[in-house]
C-alpha cells in the first residue's frame, strides 16, 4: 500500500520529457513533494533525474509502480500509455495523477476509474489549465451567487502548439494527436470548471489546413450544457495570431513574452531535426529549464456572462465588469507555480479529500473532445448522455 509514513507526497514520475519539465518547478518548490523514483526510456533524462533529486531511475515504468517507496505516481509519459501506467500503478497500491488527456478512449477511462476504485486508491487528472488560480477564483465568485446564474461562457486560444517539435504520433489524429486531445483536454477543462454543469451537446468544426502537419490544428465548437448554459470555444494551434496579445503578453505558463518573436516556433522548427529540436525542450535538454514565472498560467482570454455580471480570469486575477464598474479581485503572486496541482494531490493522498479532477471528470472532459471530433466529421451536433 502507499507509504505515507513521513506525511509527504514521496512521487515516482513516469515520463520524464517536456511535460515534465514543466511540472518540475513545482515539484522542486512545493515543500509537500519528494521525488524519489522516475521511468523513463531515455538514459539522458534518468541521468539527470538521479543527479538533480538523488532518485532512483528505472528504464521501465513498471518497475517504478513496484517501488515501495513511491506513494503516487504522477504519468506524464505520452497519451497512448496513461491508461495501461495508470492502472498498474493503481494495482500497486499508488495513488495516480494523471495528464491530460487522460486516455484516448472513454474504455480505457472508465478501466482506470474501476482500477483506482478497487485498489482504493486516488485517480487526479491533471495538471491542466482548469486548476488554475484564476479559474478557481472565477468558479469560487461564480459559486456565490451574488451575479445570478451562468448564461454563457466564450473562450479564445490561438498559440503556436502545431509548430512545437512533435513525435510522428502528435501529427497523426487518430493516434490522438492534434489541438482536440491536448488542448482541447485545457479550454473544456476552464469552460466546464466555471459553467459548473454538465455538457449535453456539442456541435463543432475542426481544421486540419497544413499538409506538413498532417493532425487538427485548430476547432470552433458551441456547447449546451443542463443548466441552459452554452459556451463558444476556439482553438488554433497554427502559430500566426497570439492570444496573449489579449493577456498583456503574460504567456500560458505565467512568464512574460516578447511579441518580437512573432513566428519564432515556426523558424526553429525549420532549424534542425525534428527529434533533437523535441529533446532539446525535454526534462534533460539544453532548453528545458524555465525561468521562475511571476504571474499565474492561464488559458487565453475567457469571458464567462452570469444574469448580473461578466467575468474574466487573467493571469493575476479576476476582473468581474458588474452594473457600475469593473472590480479586479486581485491573486497574491504565486510562490510555487501550479500549487494547485498539489493542493489537489496533498489534499486527496494525505487527507483523504475527495479531489475535483477526479478520473470521472478526466473522462467527461474525453467524451467531449472526442464529440468535438465527431460532430465534424459527421456535420451535425452531438448530444452527450447525462
Ligand atoms: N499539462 C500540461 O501543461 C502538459 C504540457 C506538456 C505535456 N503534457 C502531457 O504530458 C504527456 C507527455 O507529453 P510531452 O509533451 O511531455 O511529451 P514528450 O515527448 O516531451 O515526453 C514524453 C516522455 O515520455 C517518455 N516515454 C515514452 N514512452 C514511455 C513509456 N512507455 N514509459 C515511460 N516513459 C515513456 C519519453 O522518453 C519522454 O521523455 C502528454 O500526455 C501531454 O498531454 C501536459
Redesign the pocket.
Known amino acids: 500500500m502507499a507509504h505515507t509514513a513521513d506525511g509527504l507526497l514521496n512521487i515516482g514520475v ?10 518540475a518547478p513545482t515539484f522542486r518548490a512545493d515543500p509537500r513533494c519528494r521525488l524519489v523514483a522516475a ?4 538514459p539522458e ?1 534518468r541521468t539527470r533525474f538521479e543527479a538533480e533529486f538523488s532518485g532512483r531511475a528505472y528504464d ?2 513498471e518497475a517504478l509502480c513496484a517501488d515501495p517507496t513511491v506513494n503516487l505516481v504522477y ?5 497512448q ?2 491508461a495501461a ?1 495508470a492502472i498498474a500503478a493503481a494495482r500497486a497500491g499508488k495513488h495516480v495523477l494523471v ?3 487522460m486516455a484516448l478512449e472513454p474504455s480505457a477511462c472508465r478501466a482506470m476509474i474501476a482500477a483506482a476504485r478497487e485498489a482504493g486508491v486516488h485517480l487526479i487528472v ?4 482548469g486548476f488554475d488560480a484564476s479559474i478557481a477564483k472565477a468558479a469560487e465568485l461564480i459559486a456565490t451567487g451574488d451575479y445570478g446564474a451562468v448564461r454563457m461562457a466564450q473562450a479564445l486560444n490561438y498559440t503556436d502548439f502545431l509548430y512545437r517539435p512533435r ?1 510522428p504520433e ?1 501529427l497523426d489524429t487518430a493516434q490522438g494527436g492534434g489541438v482536440v ?2 488542448q482541447g ?2 479550454q473544456i477543462d476552464v469552460i466546464r470548471r466555471l459553467v459548473g454543469s454538465p455538457v449535453t451537446r456539442v456541435r463543432a468544426q475542426v481544421g486540419a489546413w497544413d499538409p506538413a502537419r498532417p493532425a487538427d490544428g485548430a476547432y470552433t465548437a458551441f456547447l449546451s450544457f443542463a443548466n441552459g448554459a452554452a459556451a463558444s470555444l476556439t482553438y488554433s494551434g497554427y502559430g500566426r495570431y497570439d492570444t496573449d496579445e489579449l493577456m498583456g503578453w503574460i504567456g ?2 505565467g512568464r512574460p513574452k516578447n511579441p518580437a518573436a512573432y513566428g519564432a516556433a515556426r523558424r526553429r522548427l525549420s532549424s534542425g531535426a525534428e527529434g533533437t529540436l ?1 529533446a532539446e ?4 535538454g539544453a532548453g528545458a529549464d524555465l525561468p521562475p514565472a511571476e504571474h499565474h498560467e492561464h488559458f487565453g482570454p475567457i469571458i464567462v456572462s452570469c444574469e448580473r455580471a461578466d467575468l474574466r480570469p487573467l493571469a493575476d486575477g479576476v476582473l468581474v465588469y458588474g452594473d457600475e464598474k469593473p472590480q479586479l479581485h486581485k491573486l497574491a503572486a504565486p510562490t510555487v507555480p501550479r500549487k494547485e496541482v498539489i493542493d489537489q494531490a496533498w489534499g486527496a493522498v494525505i487527507e483523504g479529500r475527495a479531489p475535483l479532477h477526479t478520473g470521472e471528470w478526466g473522462l467527461a472532459n474525453l467524451e467531449v473532445c472526442l464529440a468535438i471530433l465527431r460532430s465534424s466529421a459527421e456535420g451535425r451536433e452531438i448530444d452527450l448522455p447525462a
Open positions: 513516469i515520463g520524464l520529457g517536456r511535460g515534465f519539465a514543466l511540472m521511468a523513463d526510456p531515455r533524462a521501465d515504468a504519468i506524464a509519459s505520452p497519451h500509455h496513461h501506467q495528464e491530460k488527456p491533471g495538471p491542466s489549465h513525435r502528435e486531445f491536448s483536454a485545457h500560458e505558463t523535441k525542450r525535454a526534462y534533460g
